[in-house]
């Protein structure tokens, strides 16, 4: 699409593009002609994604990159800088949950506390280290990128943050409580940090993506035949659209936040991605 030719040669830096939403990311950016920095823990997934969208004829290049570790950051940014220029563009993708942050059970039943089933995570169990966990990862993992990577936008007073949020910053879903309030910091932090930014001309936004299939989730919402699980058809059931989302549907979101051209006046905003889901009072 011509609208989005404003992102040709540009340098985008993505962190958790070695998983399946934001690798996706990566390989769209480099189909209209952006320098692709590709952010992963695992430096194999990195270079990985980042070997595909060469063989496609783009450019791309794998980092491994612990985003918790600022002076990891910081060095990764020097290499991103002689290997592909000042950083344009960061989307903030890496993120996840953690079991030490999850109850067994939607509700709180008294028999859970008097009958004391060790195999019952009830909400008194959380373990403070995996609620810890779970909030460094999304919220400090995309605090401390940021700090790495967008000196030069304000540098050159122009540049793009594009966040990802979940549908569980809007309404928490049951069970996974650390997890929830992590992405409804980050949406808040997107807000934040537009307003902090806005004399320098740098946009802030976050994508807040419904229910889409991964690797992490794909045991919790699907069974090995393929089958929804208890919860994955509950989800479906009050996402209107009757479906999961497709990773190729962020993709025109993605573009539409990250190209000036297209949305140079949108800023703090948090755009659901969800096949209705946010809009849906079950009734």
């Given at each position: 699409?011509?609208?989005?030719?404003?992102?040709?040669?540009?340098?985008?830096?993505?962190?958790?593009?070695?998983?399946?939403?934001?690798?996706?990311?990566?390989?769209?950016?480099?189909?209209?002609?952006?320098?692709?920095?590709?952010?992963?823990?695992?430096?194999?997934?990195?270079?990985?994604?980042?070997?595909?969208?060469?063989?496609?004829g783009g450019k791309a290049f794998g980092y491994a990159c612990n985003v918790l570790e600022k002076d990891e950051l910081?060095?990764?940014?020097?290499?991103?800088?002689?290997?592909?220029?000042?950083?344009?563009?960061?989307?903030?993708?890496?993120?996840?949950?953690?079991?030490?942050?999850?109850?067994?059970?939607?509700?709180?039943?008294?028999?859970?506390?008097?009958?004391?089933?060790?195999?019952?995570?009830?909400?008194?169990?959380?373990?403070?280290?995996?609620?810890?966990?779970?909030?460094?990862?999304?919220?400090?993992?995309?605090?401390?990128?940021?700090?790495?990577?967008?000196?030069?936008?304000?540098?050159?007073?122009?540049?793009?943050?594009?966040?990802?949020?979940?549908?569980?910053?809007?309404?928490?879903?049951?069970?996974?409580?650390?997890?929830?309030?992590?992405?409804?910091?980050?949406?808040?932090?997107?807000?934040?940090?537009?307003?902090?930014?806005?004399?320098?001309?740098?946009?802030?936004?976050?994508?807040?993506?419904?229910?889409?299939?991964?690797?992490?989730?794909?045991?919790l919402l699907t069974q090995k035949n393929g089958e929804l699980t208890p919860r994955g058809s509950t989800i479906v059931?009050?996402?209107?659209?009757?479906?999961?989302?497709?990773?190729?549907?962020?993709?025109?979101?993605?573009?539409?936040?990250?190209?000036?051209?297209?949305?140079?006046?949108?800023?703090?905003?948090?755009?659901?991605?969800?096949?209705?889901?946010?809009?849906?009072?079950?009734?």
């Amino acid at each position: 699409m011509t609208m989005f030719d404003d992102v040709n040669g540009k340098v985008c830096a993505v962190t958790g593009a070695g998983g399946v939403l934001c690798g996706k990311m990566a390989k769209q950016l480099a189909a209209n002609g952006a320098i692709v920095a590709v952010l992963d823990l695992q430096p194999d997934k990195a270079e990985a994604v980042a070997q595909e969208i060469r063989k496609d004829g783009g450019k791309a290049f794998g980092y491994a990159c612990n985003v918790l570790e600022k002076d990891e950051l910081e060095r990764v940014n020097e290499k991103i800088i002689q290997e592909c220029g000042t950083v344009d563009v960061l989307v903030n993708g890496a993120g996840g949950n953690h079991p030490k942050g999850t109850t067994t059970n939607p509700f709180l039943q008294v028999e859970d506390l008097l009958q004391k089933n060790k195999d019952i995570v009830t909400f008194y169990d959380l373990d403070p280290a995996g609620i810890q966990f779970v909030f460094n990862l999304n919220f400090l993992g995309t605090l401390l990128p940021t700090q790495a990577f967008t000196k030069g936008m304000v540098e050159k007073k122009s540049g793009v943050i594009v966040n990802v949020s979940s549908m569980n910053a809007f309404t928490p879903l049951t069970k996974i409580p650390a997890y929830s309030g992590a992405k409804a910091a980050i949406s808040n932090f997107t807000q934040w940090l537009a307003v902090h930014f806005s004399k320098v001309g740098v946009r802030v936004n976050a994508i807040a993506p419904g229910f889409f299939l991964t690797a992490q989730n794909s045991a919790l919402l699907t069974q090995k035949n393929g089958e929804l699980t208890p919860r994955g058809s509950t989800i479906v059931n009050q996402t209107p659209m009757g479906r999961f989302g497709q990773a190729d549907e962020l993709l025109g979101t993605l573009m539409w936040l990250v190209s000036d051209k297209a949305s140079g006046f949108v800023t703090g905003t948090v755009i659901p991605v969800d096949g209705g889901f946010s809009a849906y009072s079950g009734v």
